[in-house]
């Protein structure tokens, strides 16, 4: 009977030692990294009588707040694109976007450098200001 324990006790050694050869490469090596992107929509209203270089101003200022939140609330993130959008009396309309990578953000946290503005933009707000009575 002991021998009969005994033998069950080897070959259950034997399997877990032959199991670990396969299974310990896979428990050593570290997960590969999944790299992924943010996507950030913000929405600026114009105030009344602004321009359209202080609304893109502020755009550039909220952008890069938004920028810099996404890259702090995730260390995994690799990439973010932020775009504000800026509204006029109803209309809204895309302002700039800025497409940036962390370590381009880490070389160079400006977003001018970064950003791809929307002239369109402007002429969309000075059609609003043309037509308000």
């Known amino acids: 009977m002991a021998t009969i324990a005994s033998l069950g006790a080897r070959l259950t050694l034997a399997a877990l030692v032959g199991l670990g050869g396969v299974a310990l490469p896979s428990l050593v090596t570290p997960p590969a990294a999944q790299a992924y992107t943010s996507r950030v929509n913000l929405y600026l209203v114009r105030e009344q009588g602004e321009s359209f270089e202080t609304l893109v101003q502020r755009s550039e200022i909220i952008a890069r707040a938004a920028v810099q939140r996404s890259f702090d609330a995730d260390v995994l993130m690799t990439d973010v694109i932020v775009t504000v959008i800026g509204d006029n009396q109803g209309i809204s309309v895309p302002i700039l976007t800025v497409p940036v990578s962390r370590s381009e953000w880490q070389l160079r946290p400006d977003v001018p450098q970064w950003a791809n503005y ?11 200001e043309s037509a308000a009575p």
């Open 118 to 128: 929307f002239e369109a933009a402007r002429a969309l707000v000075y059609d609003v």
